[in-house]
């Protein structure tokens, strides 16, 4: 039964996660269609696309760490695994899953120091003036989300395997 839970609570994330990163992708579409279209068709470029394009970008590569992290898709080199004991692998596995977690962690942890620091000097985009501090938060807590996948997968990881795969 726990199993049952944690297949849907890792699809949720999954569904979710994918929907969020979608939309973001999208939404850089639409940016970059409107600001094409307006600039050589109408003479008219949309203002300040380069800063919203950058923001989303950014959110989008920050949406994508966690799903990477929940589907296994990170880059591997797999030259010795077939000549790798299983006992080994496994402990490989926990080590780079645990190499993951700091990594991803400090990764987490400098960005809300640096989302602290812009938030209290005001830092705000260039052209459109938006503040800079909610995106930082933002790609803070979906690199922590990311660690908080491998923390798991390090722990259990045969559940979200099960959750990812059906």
């Known amino acids: 039964m726990p199993q049952d839970r944690t297949s849907r609570a890792g699809a949720g994330a999954r569904e979710g996660l994918s929907t969020f990163a979608a939309l973001v992708l999208a939404a850089v579409m639409m940016v970059s269609v409107v600001d094409v279209v307006g600039r050589y068709v109408l003479n008219r470029p949309l203002p300040g696309s380069s800063e919203i394009t950058e923001i989303l970008m950014a959110i989008l590569i920050y949406a994508g760490l966690p799903l990477v992290s929940l589907r296994r898709a990170h880059i591997a080199v797999d030259l010795l695994d077939s000549l790798t004991?299983?006992?080994?692998?496994?402990?490989?596995d926990i080590v780079v899953n645990l190499v993951s977690v700091l990594v991803l962690a400090i990764v987490a942890w400098r960005l809300w120091v640096y989302a602290d620091?812009?938030?209290?000097?005001?830092?705000v985009t260039e052209y459109l003036r938006l503040p800079l501090a909610p995106f930082a938060y933002a790609m803070s807590v979906l690199a922590g989300l990311a660690a908080a996948v491998e923390v798991y997968r390090a722990l259990r990881p045969a559940a979200l395997t099960t959750a990812v795969t059906t």
């Open 117 to 123: 620091q812009i938030r209290s000097s005001k830092d």
């Open 85 to 92: 004991p299983p006992t080994i692998a496994r402990v490989r």
